[in-house]
Antibody
Framework: QVQLQESGPGLVRPSQTLSLTCNVS??????????WSWVRQAPGKGLEWIGY???????YYNPSLRSRLSISVDTSKSQFSLSLTSVTAADTAVYYC??????????????WGQGILVTVSS | SSVLTQPPSVSVAPGETARISCVGD??????VHWYQQKPGQAPVLVIY???DRPSGIPERFSGSASETTATLTISTVEAGDEAEYFC??????????FGPGTKVTVL
């Protein structure tokens, strides 16, 4: 059973850095068809893909967040992490980590963490 | 880049059929995936590759796609199906795109 679990602070001050970690169990992070992603959902809003990291460490970011974003992986600890700098109230959201599977020319999110609410406020 | 359009809401009586559309100009050339999200919970994949069902998802959930429209169909709707449903596509130029979501209300 694949499980993902987010952890990190629930409150971040404006202009500071938001840092989250996702622990993965029940799956190898070193699969060539798996990408390890972050998705967020602002209160009452839809889903926004943030970015992903491959087990090799290669990341890919949503262009709208690229200048502030870093996603890394530590396969020895079965975890991957997100760092978002210079946060504002617009970054307040539930942050989900998820596994995306690549197959048949597409990618789909098959497993999700429970999500963690991060509020940006002074 | 891809843009997906969904109706904001769909209402259906128990036992009836709910149909949720997802419109996009590249639907016909991309696989569409559907997620169910209940309040306070993470999304759950209910349909992938337009019409395949993951293990554990009831047969009442089905999907189809044509040139510009994908449709999620929930047959014999139950109270437990009340949730928000999101469609999603991926392509190499837009990466992941989610639809805005459709709230299904069971009357």
């Amino acid at each position: 059973q694949v499980q993902l679990q987010e952890s990190g602070p629930g409150l971040v001050r404006p202009s500071q850095t938001l840092s989250l970690t996702c622990n993965v169990s029940g799956a190898s992070m070193s699969s060539y068809t798996s990408y390890w992603s972050w998705v967020r959902q602002a209160p009452g809003k839809g889903l926004e893909w943030i970015g992903y990291v491959f087990f090799s460490g290669d990341p890919y970011y949503n262009p709208s967040l690229r200048s502030r974003l870093s996603i890394s992986v530590d396969t020895s600890k079965s975890q991957f992490s997100l760092s978002l700098t210079s946060v504002t109230a617009a970054d307040t959201a539930v942050y989900y980590c998820a596994r995306e599977i690549a197959a048949s020319g597409t990618r789909v999110f098959d497993y999700w963490g429970q999500g963690i609410l991060v509020t940006v406020s002074s | 880049s891809s843009v997906l359009t969904q109706p904001p809401s769909v209402s259906v009586a128990p036992g009836e059929t709910a149909r949720i559309s997802c419109v996009g100009d590249k639907i016909g050339s991309e696989s569409v995936h559907w997620y169910q999200q209940k309040p306070g919970q993470a999304p759950v994949l209910v349909i992938y590759y337009n019409s395949d069902r993951p293990s554990g998802i009831p047969e009442r959930f089905s999907g189809s796609a044509s040139e510009t429209t994908a449709t999620l169909t929930i047959s014999t709707v139950e109270a437990g199906d009340e949730a928000e449903y999101f469609c999603q596509v991926w392509d190499s130029s837009s990466d992941h795109v989610f639809g805005p979501g459709t709230k299904v209300t069971v009357l």
